[in-house]
């Protein structure tokens, strides 16, 4: 188990990226399969590690990551339930937090998942506010200005509805930014490198999405995207504590 943690599993995820970064970079193919096939595989490689708590836990959040992948990569559609699983694997990772520390409540972590929530609602309603009063004086609309109190209430609500993705999106990309920090704060650098590369992959995500909706190429993000997503999971599969008291990173 141990030579195929530490070697095996290693070179198998190393191909598959070598590969689909290729058919990626040439364009000679379809890399979905591919790419899919390489996160099974560190769900896989997870599973067979979860004998402990942490083990578990890590487990668990690379069976979520499985299923979010197949909404986001392989079925290209159905999004919010991709962003909704991937805010649950980020609950894993605070769980699995939680219990690095010997289940004690970090109060800087707690204070800065609750800020992330407050600056968010607080930007929303900024924005709401530059829509209805602002915007409504540029094009000199009289009826904004009589009807601003009673539309006040419900812009949050049309905004949400309008941009479906904003809060989960925000809940997961500052979860998983915490979730680094807090992985940092424990030195445990294989799960914090991993969650790096995990921002870093979210960020070339966001950049693309840019990209189309202003309708140009940013080729380094759409490649960039994997080229960091798979050996963040490889990383956190490999800090994964399989034996009591151990993990797995102190091995390596």
């Not at 364009?27 to 591919?34: E, R």
């Not at 836990?57 to 699983?85: M, Q, S």
Request: aromatic content about 18%; some cysteine; charged content about 10%.
């Amino acid at each position: 188990m141990s030579l195929y943690r530490q070697k095996i599993f290693p070179a198998l995820s190393a191909f598959l990226w070598v590969i689909f970064l290729f058919l990626d970079l040439t364009g000679l193919g379809d890399s979905t399969w591919v790419k899919y096939a390489s996160i099974c595989l560190c769900c896989l490689t997870a599973l067979l590690g979860a004998t402990t708590t942490d083990g578990r836990l890590v487990a668990a959040a690379l069976c979520f990551t499985v299923a979010a992948d197949w909404f986001l990569l392989v079925r290209n559609d159905h999004y919010e339930w991709g962003i909704g699983l991937f805010i649950i694997v980020q609950l894993f990772y605070a769980l699995r937090l939680f219990y690095l520390r010997g289940k004690k409540i970090c109060i800087w972590e707690l204070v800065l998942r609750c800020v992330s929530f407050l600056l968010f609602f607080l930007l929303f309603l900024l924005a709401g506010y530059f829509l209805i009063f602002k915007l409504g004086a540029l094009f000199e609309s009289d009826w904004v200005h009589e009807k601003g109190d009673f539309l006040s209430p419900l812009l949050f609500f049309l905004v949400s509805v309008s941009l479906p993705y904003v809060i989960p999106v925000w809940i997961y990309f500052s979860n998983l930014c915490i979730n680094a920090a807090g992985a940092f704060a424990l030195k445990k650098h294989l799960f914090a490198i991993g969650l790096v590369l995990f921002i870093l992959c979210d960020l070339c995500v966001g950049a693309y999405n840019l990209a189309l909706c202003f309708d140009f190429t940013l080729s380094f993000a759409q490649v960039g995207m994997w080229f960091f997503y798979l050996p963040s999971q490889v990383l956190i599969v490999l800090s994964q504590e399989t034996e009591k008291g151990v993990l797995h990173e102190t091995a390596i």
